[in-house]
């Protein structure tokens, strides 16, 4: 069974700090990697993907990946309330589902 | 960025009667469609995968005659839900695929109530 961990939360930051949201997943051979945000209530909302070892950078979100340690990371820099949300990490699996984790739950206090 | 709609957004239907769901890329060709389901407070749930042209394949447990799943055209996606049942109540979100970059794109959802 092919799985994607994340830490449950809530992780609590408050505004202005950089949130760290973690997940490892289990399949060597994803090539392919996503970051959601899902507010309660709503559909999910893509933020960034990523499909190369390193880092991409995209206004205050930044993706790291490491293929090597299976691990994907998604900073958000000077967090504001309206990031307080769930954050998915999802693998593309190899008939193109996205494999999601349970989600993290971030709460920005001010 | 993709923008996928859906319709309705919510609906109210009495138990036994079919309800249909239409998701559409709007600016954007999909081949490939998925619908997914989610209770609150639990994670989402892919019931199937849908492709332009072709059966849809369905998930392990989700029953194919009673979610209909039909791909008429590249920016066209609908499940029915048939003969609905108050357990079928839940929160439908469809997605849809960009191709080259494999990214899924969700429309808004539609909150089924079964009464």
């Known amino acids: 069974q092919k799985e994607v961990e994340q830490n449950s939360g809530p992780l609590s930051v408050p505004e202005g700090a950089i949130a760290s949201l973690n997940c490892t997943y289990s399949d060597r051979v994803s090539q392919s990697f996503f970051w959601y945000r899902q507010y309660s209530g709503k559909s999910p909302e893509l933020i960034m993907s990523?499909?190369?070892?390193g880092d991409k950078e995209d206004g205050r979100f930044t993706a790291q990946l490491n293929k090597a340690s299976q691990y994907v990371s998604l900073l958000i820099r000077d967090s504001q309330p309206s990031d307080s949300a769930t954050y998915l990490c999802?693998?593309?699996?190899?008939?193109?589902?996205?494999?999601f984790g349970a989600g993290t739950r971030l709460a920005v206090h001010p | 960025g993709a923008v996928v709609s859906q319709h309705p957004s919510w609906v109210i239907c009495k138990s036994g009667t079919s309800v249909k769901i239409e998701c559409r890329s709007l600016d954007f060709q999909a081949t490939t469609m998925f619908w997914y389901r989610q209770f609150p407070k639990q994670s989402l749930m892919l019931m199937a995968t849908s492709n332009e042209g072709s059966k849809a394949t369905y998930e392990q447990g989700v029953e194919k005659d009673k979610f209909l799943i039909n791909h008429a055209s590249l920016t066209l996606s609908t499940l029915t839900v048939t003969s609905a049942h108050p357990e079928d109540s839940s929160f439908y979100i469809c997605?849809?695929?960009?191709?080259?970059?494999?990214?899924?794109?969700f429309g808004p959802g539609t909150r089924l109530t079964v009464t």
């Open positions: 999802a693998v593309k699996s190899g008939y193109n589902k996205l494999i």
């Open positions: 990523i499909y190369s070892n």
């Open positions: 997605s849809a695929m960009m191709g080259p970059t494999y990214e899924q794109y």
